[in-house]
């Protein structure tokens, strides 16, 4: 008897540095799933062809890196609201009713805060940097967790109005949100201060005011695997940090269970790319 095997695999343009396939292998071990998982690279002109003909030759599932998960929004015949929330899918499912679009961002932020840093989010005033793929991916996920306050900064005042109006319009809310230059939070402290900029990729970040963290706060930096400026002005201003990691393996858990209906373990993955420096 032939027994077979259901393919995954992540693609972007570049992939090659790309861990899921090492996550998704750590919790398919984990679970007993049978599967496999691969990286895809795409030209950055042949995404719906490559969608096409992985799904074609069997396929169940895609994970959607840069800078694709617009793209894949819009080849998704039906979203989740997650998706529709954030205007982007990172997570495509390939099946017999067409193409679903999900996106598990938010949620592997969220899970990463509250379950493995033990914050509690509930009334407490949360600041946003950035107004881009990343803010909208998490942006409704935190307002429904019902912080008191979410200020979204932005160099372009434009774009972190827009964001604001859109989930202004999607929520109802008992969180005061807005649009705010970095420039006008000078006085302000925050409990929790999330990058969701790509600044720390290239060694910089935002133009923050110091005394920004209220007492017992984290700076929650998204990009993982280096100490960027951001986390290094958030630890002399004398409060926790953390790296986008948990993030990474939190959401990579949501899609496997999207695909498999199975909630892998996430803190020994997380363990183990932390230990192996990877």
């Known amino acids: 008897m032939v027994i077979m095997t259901d393919r995954y695999a992540v693609i972007g343009n570049p992939v090659a540095h790309s861990k899921s396939p090492l996550i998704h292998a750590e919790f398919a071990r984990q679970t007993g799933e049978s599967l496999s998982y691969e990286p895809l690279f795409c030209e950055l ?37 997650r ?11 390939l099946g017999h009713d067409g193409i679903g679009g999900d996106n598990t961002d938010g949620a592997g932020l969220i899970r990463d805060l509250t379950q493995n840093l033990r914050v509690a989010l509930l009334a407490k005033r949360i600041l946003l940097m950035g107004a881009g ?6 942006c409704g996920p935190l307002l429904d967790q019902k912080p008191v306050l979410l200020v979204v900064a932005n160099r372009s005042l434009d ?15 008992s969180t005061e949100m807005r649009a705010a230059p970095y420039d006008e939070l000078t006085g302000e402290q925050f409990d929790l201060v999330i990058n969701a900029t790509s600044a720390g990729l290239a060694n910089a970040m935002p133009a923050l005011p110091v005394r920004l963290f209220a007492p017992g706060a984290l700076a929650y930096e998204m990009v993982y695997g280096k100490a960027t400026p951001f986390m290094q002005f958030a630890q002399r201003e004398g409060v926790r940090t953390a790296d986008g990691l948990g993030m990474l393996v939190e959401q990579a858990a949501e899609s496997f269970y999207v ?7 996430t803190a020994p993955v997380i363990e183990l790319l932390r230990d192996s420096g990877k």
Do not use: I
């Not at 793929?133 to 998490?138: D, I, K, P, Q, T």
């Open 83 to 93: 998706a529709e929330s954030a205007l982007a899918v990172n997570t495509l499912t």
């Open 133 to 138: 793929g990343a803010s909208y991916g998490v």
């Open 159 to 173: 774009k972190a109005s827009a964001l604001c109006r859109h989930f202004d319009a999607a929520h109802t809310r």
């Open 259 to 265: 695909w498999r209906g199975v909630r892998p373990q």
């Open 45 to 81: 002109s042949g995404f719906e062809a490559a969608v096409m003909r992985f799904r074609d030759e069997g396929g169940r599932g895609l994970n959607v890196t840069v800078p694709f998960k617009l793209g894949a929004y819009e080849l998704s015949e039906h979203r989740t609201a």
